[in-house]
DNA sequence: TTTGGCACTCGGAGTTAACGAGTGCTAAAA
DNA sequence: TTTTAGCACTCGTTAACTCCGAGTGCCAAA
């Protein structure tokens, strides 16, 4: 049962480890803390709270250290979110330029000011497009034997890739393939779009079957390959600026884990399909639970921000990084389709700090996305009217 | 004066440290490498490599250690380049897949497989597209609001970007748009289209001058992004790898430099137009000159493959650098527009197999970008007439 | 010119001792 | 019942010291 000092000393002690990386003794607490005990007292409770499953002792002789289930108590019960400061709203917004006219580049960019923001590698995934839908596609001829594949998915994200054609094909036909598809399977679930489908639609288009085929057999590809999800990895030189990976067995074993993008790719995306926060800490003292509940209700942030998701060390299931905490949040594109962006580093993070900043990056990327899909809208412009032309 | 003797133990001292990273002694060098005489005499020539200025002493009681100068001379003198393995060719060979319709896929895929074969981290620049012209520029509509640009620059390198447009703006304009620009300013080179070309060269278009300006002002930031110099850099996590970044300041110093984009780009870049290599080792002695020259006229690979250079130690004016080599290779999009691809690492490599891996490397990718500039060309197409149809 | 011999250097590994921050426990005070 | 002062004990850290051995430089003989 957690009472109110020793909340307090629990908080104390992750406040102070968490700057200084070093066990933190009683008698330092007190006289840095002002607890208004004496150090015998506060030794009792670390004892008691080392018992509890929230402290852990490297040594004997050491001070404690808080443990995973110390940390999750801390973000769960003790986390006290300061808005960030003014000076970094401003940092960050101005990273945001008015050039970035593409989702990709704005998800990519707040990784970056995300690893700058908090000294720690960024990740971040772009959404799953594969139940979005197709919008439109168009077949760009560059030059004989070279085009360009544009498809457009449905929440207004393009992408685009080059292609080998024959060179027989004439732009004409491109134009007649793209606009048929476009017709024919436009509206329709990316996942549910197959090298069948796209035949069939063009089964009718007037090209000779043997360089159609070639075509159509790039579109597919194209269009298969808008919906894979990638995977932003940033900043992982900042790994070395903390104590922690001076072990550099263990910075190594991180960046191998890390630069396997598929892994992490994968659990993330995994992640981003649940929507609930892991239960809190294991107990079955009611009244524990109660207070548990209670103090969730009573954070706002939870509330105002429920994207965010913390996992700190063993709660990660990846090996190579039991010992890290990873700290995420859904960035939305629309409602439906979101992404997420977090940083990982040591467990030993300033929780508060972080998420604070994770919070206002996401909200001003999801700030700028949202201002992307509402189109073109410059200070200089005349824009009283609002249109609603749709092609 | 380098006699042959002091060649040979100059290449044994780094031929064996470079593999183990430790001072080497006089006894154990006779040992292994069956110099057939006594350490005491590969004491004396060794000291007198030292005061030639080959080799250096970490300290009184240690072996000896290669200096800048040793390293060079080791490269430009004794360098034994031997052919790729078949193991190492195929593999290179498999990681370009015929997906890649990109140059720039295929540089950077080099780049992956230059650091994964070599274990250093690796760059690679972009070739500096300001003196090749334009091309093509087509402005495809995407919704009312927003538009794609392809620029087309001569050499068949395509470009593209998201921009904003006015609503009002419909596909018709962006096409009598795209169009004009193209037939005014295609083969113009690209540092001399500026704002004011294109506006003069759109000024009849029919649309309205607010709107216009606006489209024409993105056109002209799109061109003038296609020209920007890309710099990417894989596997900087390779470095802990090598004993000499346990000292993680280096590690860290190394990492905030190469991080500094800017900086390693613009000095890969001015060297890029640099096309002679470092003299060599400095040195007022005729006979020596007279012999490094022989040297390198009998190195083959020198001839065969004059796109290679080394930059060792002191010779990269980079601060946080200054423990480092650099290798690098140009690549060639054509015979005029190359950019560079390499590899950087402690100065302790293994330089013979490096290059030559490079060497291989820089080959295999400029096999790549010819064949995706021949054009599409699959084994089960019937491609006996070659066409020459120009659009 | 080469080589065996020998004194000398110096970093690294191992040992020991002193230090001190921190704990746990007990008994007295509040 | 809770808090606190006191004290013995633990144990990692640091510094001083020694020893070892790989390696050098130099000299005198081959």
Redesign the pocket.
């Given at each position: 049962m957690l009472t109110e000092?020793k909340r307090q000393i629990l908080r104390a002690i992750i406040d102070d480890y968490v700057i200084h990386a070093?066990?933190?003794?009683?008698?330092?607490?007190v006289d840095k803390y002002k607890l208004?005990?004496?150090?015998?007292?506060?030794?009792?409770?670390?004892?008691e709270l080392?018992e509890l499953g929230y402290l852990e002792?490297?040594?004997?002789?050491?001070?404690?250290v808080p443990s995973d289930k110390g940390y999750r108590a801390y973000i769960d019960l003790l986390l006290d979110l300061k808005p960030v400061s003014q000076t970094d709203q401003d940092k960050i917004e101005s990273f945001f330029n008015d050039h970035m006219n593409e989702v990709t580049d704005l998800v990519r960019q707040s990784a970056n000011v995300l690893s700058e923001q908090t000294n720690f590698p960024s990740l971040v995934i772009s959404p799953r497009y594969s139940d979005t839908s197709l919008e439109q596609i168009k077949i760009l001829m560059i030059e004989p034997g070279k085009a360009l594949v544009v498809v457009v998915l449905s929440p207004g994200i393009v992408k685009d890739r080059m292609i080998r054609i024959p060179h027989e094909i004439k732009q004409d036909d491109l134009h007649l393939i793209s606009r048929i598809i476009e017709q024919k399977l436009s509206g329709q679930k990316l996942d549910q779009i197959t090298l069948i489908t796209i035949s069939a639609a063009a089964e009718d288009v007037p090209v000779p079957e043997a360089l159609l085929n070639q075509v159509l057999f790039e579109a597919y590809v194209s269009i298969k390959q808008a919906e894979n999800i990638e995977l932003y990895i940033q900043g992982t030189h900042r790994l070395l600026n903390h104590p922690e990976f001076q072990e550099l067995t263990l910075a190594r074993s991180f960046l191998d884990t890390i630069h396997q993008e598929g892994i992490v790719a994968g659990y993330m995306s995994e992640w981003e399909s649940m929507n609930a926060d892991l239960e809190l800490t294991e107990t079955n003292n009611p009244e524990e639970i109660e207070q548990l509940e209670r103090t969730r209700r009573e954070q706002p942030y939870l509330k105002e921000n429920p994207s965010y998701m913390v996992r700190i060390g063993q709660e990660i299931t990846l090996k190579g990084l039991e010992e890290c905490s990873f700290i995420t949040a859904a960035y939305k594109i629309t409602n439906k389709i979101t992404g997420r962006i977090g940083v990982i580093g040591p467990r030993r993070m300033e929780y508060g700090n972080i998420i604070s900043q994770i919070n206002f990056i996401n909200y001003t990327l999801d700030q700028q996305i949202m201002e992307l899909a509402s189109g073109y809208d410059r200070k200089e412009d005349i824009n009283g009217k609002e249109k609603e032309e749709q092609a």
């Amino acid at each position: 049962m957690l009472t109110e000092r020793k909340r307090q000393i629990l908080r104390a002690i992750i406040d102070d480890y968490v700057i200084h990386a070093e066990p933190v003794g009683s008698r330092y607490l007190v006289d840095k803390y002002k607890l208004g005990v004496s150090s015998a007292t506060v030794r009792n409770e670390m004892s008691e709270l080392e018992e509890l499953g929230y402290l852990e002792k490297p040594h004997t002789s050491a001070g404690r250290v808080p443990s995973d289930k110390g940390y999750r108590a801390y973000i769960d019960l003790l986390l006290d979110l300061k808005p960030v400061s003014q000076t970094d709203q401003d940092k960050i917004e101005s990273f945001f330029n008015d050039h970035m006219n593409e989702v990709t580049d704005l998800v990519r960019q707040s990784a970056n000011v995300l690893s700058e923001q908090t000294n720690f590698p960024s990740l971040v995934i772009s959404p799953r497009y594969s139940d979005t839908s197709l919008e439109q596609i168009k077949i760009l001829m560059i030059e004989p034997g070279k085009a360009l594949v544009v498809v457009v998915l449905s929440p207004g994200i393009v992408k685009d890739r080059m292609i080998r054609i024959p060179h027989e094909i004439k732009q004409d036909d491109l134009h007649l393939i793209s606009r048929i598809i476009e017709q024919k399977l436009s509206g329709q679930k990316l996942d549910q779009i197959t090298l069948i489908t796209i035949s069939a639609a063009a089964e009718d288009v007037p090209v000779p079957e043997a360089l159609l085929n070639q075509v159509l057999f790039e579109a597919y590809v194209s269009i298969k390959q808008a919906e894979n999800i990638e995977l932003y990895i940033q900043g992982t030189h900042r790994l070395l600026n903390h104590p922690e990976f001076q072990e550099l067995t263990l910075a190594r074993s991180f960046l191998d884990t890390i630069h396997q993008e598929g892994i992490v790719a994968g659990y993330m995306s995994e992640w981003e399909s649940m929507n609930a926060d892991l239960e809190l800490t294991e107990t079955n003292n009611p009244e524990e639970i109660e207070q548990l509940e209670r103090t969730r209700r009573e954070q706002p942030y939870l509330k105002e921000n429920p994207s965010y998701m913390v996992r700190i060390g063993q709660e990660i299931t990846l090996k190579g990084l039991e010992e890290c905490s990873f700290i995420t949040a859904a960035y939305k594109i629309t409602n439906k389709i979101t992404g997420r962006i977090g940083v990982i580093g040591p467990r030993r993070m300033e929780y508060g700090n972080i998420i604070s900043q994770i919070n206002f990056i996401n909200y001003t990327l999801d700030q700028q996305i949202m201002e992307l899909a509402s189109g073109y809208d410059r200070k200089e412009d005349i824009n009283g009217k609002e249109k609603e032309e749709q092609a």
